[in-house]
């Protein structure tokens, strides 16, 4: 055998070689590339979300918001929605998201159902929504009709700084059709009711959920004064229905006030809000046990209830017509969101609507819906041995350091060349005078990563007799005791530390 024809041979050889690699790898690559392709992630941008503690939490966030398919490029996921709607065996996917494509984008849902033909998932369904900022969307299914079939339902504001929902049912049609859109200046809430125990053991139907929105009354000069509008499911038309409107008068306020609080302008809601509101009772007292912090510089809200508190962080706020709606993250648990909508009820108190966003089955503390009212505003309550005392003007000397009670409800201490900042209340409980410290702190301190900061300092007031006879001037004692303690369902409970004893001091 020559040269030339040996050559020949091995060219063959590799020439057949490298084409039963490429018969074999190509297919597979080909479909690697399309696994890629179909299960993209798109991580939501939305303003606010995150950081996360850790990199396995991060990897559970992008896990609950990933989709069966992937989006066309630009759309944007806000919120994912899995499970069953049908009754077969396959989960299927609602996702809320938005286009950066397109000016003032609506929010939309697409459906994403399982094709048991071609074996794998398709989008099957879009529709917009009537919400365009995706900060403050949050979507969830419930059983509004009362035939224990789930509809969507997504709330969130548009860009007139109106509340929306849209609420869209399964149909015979289309994979869904919307039964519910409603655009208002106010706050839009479902009306639940108990349901039968027929209902529940799924025996029978029982009466729908009904819907109340609150709007500016226009017919009245006062800003404060609503209309409460309610829409009831109509069976036949199958549809939400305005069927009674009600005029809920508000308080009178200074109208110049009133204006620039509810002027829209960044930031002067925000400012007024700033501080401690304790939770109003229904008989009109305050409740010291439960309240709500806003720190808008810190970027954070505190919920303390029972001994129980709960750190969020401050995302995104926008400006409603009677005040603002907040949209906040769990520190310790990011899958849970909470969305305050606060509305001014007069120029010391708050009405309070919170809406929690919860992507885990989590146990979560509703009870914060009502009214509250701002800590240091020296309101009597009705009765008369819980009452908040006024702000007084008054610098003492401590163990702890320099105390500065300053008239506006706040305090600075000075020790060893720092100081800390806070705001105080002054008020009595069960016969006892009590002091409350709420100190400020830095939003990048270590303390807040578990949620598990101090936030506050509860003391038991007691006057001191001073030794020189020497006169009491202002509205506070020359000497004063401090003893910590605790305020919980079961009264106050001393700490058994040791007493801080305040002498007055010269400015």
């Known amino acids: 055998m020559n040269k030339k024809t040996l050559l020949t041979i091995i060219g063959f050889v590799i020439f057949g070689a490298a084409g039963a690699v490429f018969l074999i790898l190509g297919p597979f690559a080909r479909h690697k590339n399309q696994e890629q392709r179909r299960t993209r992630i798109i991580i939501p941008q939305v303003t606010g979300a995150g950081p996360y503690s850790s990199a396995e939490e991060q990897m559970a966030y992008e896990e609950s918001i990933a989709t069966k398919v992937a989006l066309d490029e630009g759309d944007v996921i806000i919120s994912v929605l899995t499970q069953d709607f049908d009754g077969d065996p396959a989960e299927e996917q609602v996702v809320a998201f938005h286009s950066l494509h397109e000016m003032d984008s609506p929010v939309y849902v697409c459906f994403i159902d399982y094709d048991e033909t071609e074996k794998e998932y398709r989008q099957v369904w879009t529709a917009p929504t009537a919400a365009t900022q995706p900060g403050t969307v949050s979507l969830f299914t419930q059983d509004l009709i009362g035939d224990r079939s789930l509809c969507v339902i997504l709330t969130g504001m548009n860009s007139?700084?109106?509340?929306?929902?849209?609420?869209?049912?399964?149909?015979?049609?289309?994979?869904?059709?919307?039964?519910?859109?409603?655009?208002?200046?106010?706050?839009?809430?479902?009306?639940?009711?108990?349901?039968?125990?027929?209902?529940?053991?799924?025996i029978a139907r029982d009466k729908s959920f009904t819907i109340t929105a609150n709007g500016h009354d226009t017919e009245s000069a006062n800003m404060l004064d609503q209309l409460e509008i309610t829409y009831t499911f109509n069976p036949e038309q199958e549809r939400y229905e305005q069927t009674g409107i009600t005029r809920l008068p508000g308080s009178q306020i200074e109208q110049f006030r009133l204006r620039e609080l509810l002027s829209g302008e960044k930031g002067v809601f925000e400012n007024f809000i700033n501080g401690l509101w304790y939770y109003v009772i229904p008989q009109g007292t305050l409740d010291m046990r439960q309240y709500i912090y806003f720190d808008p510089g810190g970027r954070e809200i505190v919920f303390f209830s029972d001994e129980t508190q709960q750190v969020f962080t401050w995302q995104n706020s926008n400006p409603t017509r009677y005040g603002l709606y907040i949209s906040s993250q769990n520190i310790s648990v990011t899958t849970l969101r909470r969305f305050l909508d606060?509305?001014?009820?007069?120029?010391?108190?708050?009405?309070?609507?919170?809406?929690?966003?919860?992507?885990?089955?989590?146990?979560?503390?509703?009870?914060?819906?009502?009214?509250?009212?701002?800590?240091?505003?020296?309101?009597?309550?009705?009765?008369?041995?819980?009452?908040?005392?006024?702000?007084?003007?008054?610098?003492?000397?401590?163990?702890?350091?320099?105390?500065?009670f300053f008239p506006n409800g706040e305090y600075e201490l000075y020790s060893g060349g720092s100081g800390q900042k806070g705001r105080y209340v002054f008020f009595r409980a069960n016969g006892q005078e009590l002091l409350e410290l709420r100190p400020e702190w830095e939003s990048s301190s270590t303390p807040e990563a578990n949620g598990e900061q101090s936030v506050r300092m509860v003391f038991r007031v007691e006057h001191q007799p001073v030794s020189d006879g020497g006169d009491k001037t202002g509205p506070m004692p020359e000497a004063l005791s401090l003893s910590r303690v605790r305020l919980s369902v079961a009264g106050i409970q001393d700490l058994h530390e040791g007493a801080i004893a305040l002498t007055r001091a010269q400015e």
């Open 160 to 202: 007139q700084d109106k509340h929306t929902m849209t609420v869209f049912r399964r149909s015979a049609e289309t994979p869904f059709a919307v039964i519910a859109e409603i655009r208002i200046d106010g706050s839009i809430k479902i009306q639940e009711t108990e349901r039968s125990q027929a209902y529940h053991q799924g």
């Open 342 to 404: 606060i509305e001014l009820e007069s120029l010391d108190s708050i009405r309070v609507k919170v809406f929690e966003d919860v992507r885990l089955k989590i146990a979560v503390n509703a009870a914060w819906d009502g009214s509250y009212r701002r800590a240091s505003t020296g309101t009597r309550t009705a009765e008369s041995e819980n009452t908040v005392s006024p702000p007084i003007d008054a610098l003492y000397d401590s163990s702890l350091g320099r105390l500065h």
